[in-house]
C-alpha cells in the first residue's frame, strides 16, 4: 500500500509539473538545488569531490561555486522530467530553439552504415531524445526503472515520439547492431560505469575511469559514423540548443584502448560547453583498475 501511495504521489507530481511554464520549473529547480547544497546533502558531496578530481586547476573557492552552480542545474534537469514526459510533444519539441550541427548529420546517414549518437548525461537528455526521435529513425537501450509499477509509465513516455527502446541486454544489443545495418540512428549514453566485463580503464579529465566498449564494439562492426550530441539549457527559461559534435577520428581505430579514450575525449569537449551542467552527482570513480576508489567516502 506504500509503496502504491508513492508511485501515485509520483506520477502526480509529474503531471503538476507538466502544466508550469519553463520557466517556473527552472526557477524552482535553482532553489531545490540551492537547498541541497547548503544541507551538504550526498548529491552535493559528490558533485563537490568530482568537481574538485576533474578541475585541480581552480582555486576551492572557484569549484565551490562551480559545485553549487551544477547542483542547481541538475534539479532543473530532475524537474524538468515531467515537462519532457507529459506536456504536448509540439509544446516539448518547441524548447528546441537552436541546432548547432558542426558537421552534415544527413550526409553522415547516407553512407548507409547508421549513425551512433553519443549523449553524455548533460543539459537534458530527455529533451534531446525526443528531438532526435522527430527527425530520425532512432533507437536507445531502455533500462527499466527500480520501481516496477513506474515501468509502463516510464517506458510509453520516453517512447512516445517513435523512439524504439531496447532492454539492456544481449538481445537488446542486437537490436542496436540491427538498427545500424538498416541504417538507422543509435543513441548510447557513454559516461556511467559498466559492468568490468564491458568496459576497461581510460582517461576521463585526466583521471583513469572505467569506461564502456559498447560504442567501439558498435562502429567497429558496422562501420558506423560516429556524433556527439547535448541540448544545452538555455538562460531565462528560453529553451534548449542541441549541438552536435563529430566524434575524434580516434575513436575508429581497432585499438580498444585507443577507441575508447578518444570516446572519452569527446565526451569532455562536450562539458566544457556547459560544465555546470554535467551530472557531476553521478559517482564516475568509484572504481580503479584492482579495486574501488574511497573518493566518496564523507
Same mark, same amino acid.
Not at 121 to 143: C, K, P, S, T, V
Given at each position: ?10 506520477? /502526480? ?85 537552436? @541546432? ?11 553512407? #548507409?552504415?547508421? /549513425?551512433?549518437?553519443?549523449?553524455? $548525461?548533460? #543539459? ?27 515501468? =509502463?509509465?516510464?517506458?510509453? =513516455? ?7 527502446? $531496447? ?17 538507422? @540512428?543509435?543513441? @548510447? ?76 575525449? #569527446? ?32
Amino acid at each position: 500500500m506504500a509503496n502504491k501511495l508513492k508511485i501515485t504521489l509520483i506520477k /502526480l507530481f509529474a503531471h503538476i509539473i507538466a502544466l508550469l511554464p519553463l520557466p517556473v520549473i527552472q526557477w524552482l529547480g535553482g532553489l531545490l538545488g540551492a537547498c541541497l547544497w547548503h544541507k551538504k546533502s550526498a548529491s552535493a558531496c559528490i558533485t563537490k569531490k568530482n568537481i574538485e578530481l576533474c578541475f585541480p586547476q581552480l582555486s576551492a573557492t572557484e569549484q565551490d561555486a562551480l559545485a553549487k552552480r551544477s547542483v542547481k542545474e541538475m534539479m532543473k534537469t530532475v524537474l524538468e522530467v515531467g515537462k519532457a514526459w507529459l506536456a504536448p510533444m509540439p509544446v516539448v519539441l518547441g524548447y528546441t530553439r537552436k @541546432v548547432t550541427e558542426e558537421l552534415d548529420v544527413d550526409a553522415a546517414l547516407a553512407r #548507409g552504415k547508421g /549513425l551512433v549518437l553519443v549523449a553524455p $548525461h548533460l #543539459g537534458n537528455w530527455e529533451i534531446l531524445g525526443h528531438y532526435l526521435a522527430d527527425r530520425f529513425q532512432f533507437n536507445a537501450l531502455y533500462q527499466p526503472p527500480k520501481m516496477a509499477e513506474l515501468d =509502463a509509465f516510464v517506458f510509453e =513516455a520516453r517512447g512516445r515520439v517513435g523512439t524504439t527502446l $531496447h532492454p539492456t541486454d544481449r538481445r537488446g544489443i542486437s537490436g542496436l547492431f540491427k538498427a545500424l545495418r538498416d541504417g538507422e @540512428v543509435v543513441g @548510447v549514453l557513454p559516461d556511467m560505469e559498466p559492468p568490468e566485463e564491458a568496459g576497461i580503464y581510460a582517461p576521463f579529465f585526466g583521471i583513469d575511469a572505467l569506461s564502456m566498449t559498447l560504442v567501439s564494439k558498435l562502429v567497429q562492426k558496422t562501420g558506423a559514423t560516429v556524433v556527439f550530441a547535448y541540448a544545452k539549457r538555455l538562460p531565462s527559461g528560453k529553451g534548449f540548443e542541441v549541438v552536435i559534435k563529430p566524434a575524434d577520428t580516434d575513436i575508429y581505430s581497432d585499438d580498444m584502448a585507443t577507441s575508447v579514450a578518444a570516446l572519452n575525449r #569527446g565526451v569532455e569537449t562536450c562539458v566544457e560547453g556547459a560544465i555546470e551542467q554535467y551530472q557531476w552527482e553521478y559517482k564516475r570513480f568509484k572504481h580503479k583498475p584492482g579495486g574501488k576508489t574511497r573518493y566518496y567516502k564523507f
